[in-house]
C-alpha cells in the first residue's frame, strides 16, 4: 500500500473479533437448541450477534479512507452486542433461571477462560454439554468481555485519529509534499 492508502492489517487478529466470532458460534448453537422454533428472538438473536463481528470486519475495511466510518462501525457492532447482552438476560429472567454474581465461583472460573480462549473451538466444546442456563450466563460473560475490547478499540481509534488524521489530512500532506511546500 501507499503513504495516501495505508494496509489497515488483518482483522482476524483483533481480539475484539475473535470474541465476537466465538459468541457469533455460540449464539447460533445456542439458538438453534433451546428456542422454539419460529420464534422471532432467533432471528434477533443471530442477527445481532452477526452484526457484532461483520461490523468489525466492514470497519477495518473502511479503515484505510474513513476513520469516521471505521469508528461508527465499530460502535455499531458495540451496540449490537449490546443487544444481544439484553436478549441473554431476557432469556434467563423470563425462565426464572440465575444470572451469574460477579465474585461467583461460575463467573469468576468463565472470566477466566475468557481471558485466556478466543477460539470458537474450545467454547464450542464446551458447551457441547451445558444446559441453556449455563451456556447463556457464558455468553454473557464473553459478550461483556467483548464490549470492553471494542471499548479500548474506539479510544485507541480516537486517539490514532487526532494523532495523525484521516483520508483527508493524508490527501493535504501529500499534495502539499508532493509540490514542495
Known amino acids: 500500500m501507499s503513504e495516501l492508502i495505508p494496509h489497515t492489517g488483518n482483522y482476524k487478529k483483533l481480539l475484539s473479533y475473535q470474541k465476537s ?3 457469533f458460534q455460540i449464539t447460533f448453537d445456542f439458538c438453534s437448541r433451546f428456542l422454539s422454533k419460529g420464534d422471532r428472538t432467533i432471528d434477533q438473536m443471530i442477527q445481532a450477534a452477526r452484526s457484532g463481528k461483520q461490523n468489525i ?3 477495518c475495511a473502511a479503515s484505510a479512507t474513513s476513520a469516521k466510518t471505521e ?3 465499530v460502535n455499531v457492532a458495540k451496540a449490537s452486542l449490546k443487544e444481544l447482552l439484553e ?6 429472567k423470563t425462565r426464572h433461571h440465575r444470572q451469574w454474581e ?3 465461583r461460575e463467573y469468576e472460573a468463565m472470566r477466566k477462560l475468557g481471558r485466556e480462549h478466543n477460539d470458537a473451538e474450545f467454547f464450542m466444546g ?3 454439554t451445558r444446559p441453556p442456563e449455563t451456556i447463556a450466563n457464558m455468553a454473557i460473560i464473553l459478550i461483556n468481555q ?3 475490547l471494542l471499548f479500548k478499540q474506539l479510544e485507541r481509534l480516537g ?5 495523525t488524521g484521516g483520508f483527508s489530512e493524508r490527501m493535504h500532506t501529500l499534495r502539499r509534499k508532493n509540490r514542495g511546500y
Open 87 to 92: 436478549d441473554y438476560e431476557d432469556y434467563l
Open 102 to 104: 460477579k465474585g461467583s
Open 71 to 73: 469508528i461508527r462501525l
Open 126 to 128: 464446551l458447551i457441547a
Open 146 to 148: 467483548a464490549d470492553y
Open 57 to 59: 470486519i466492514e470497519g
Open 159 to 163: 486517539r490514532d485519529f487526532l494523532a
Open 21 to 23: 466470532d466465538v459468541i
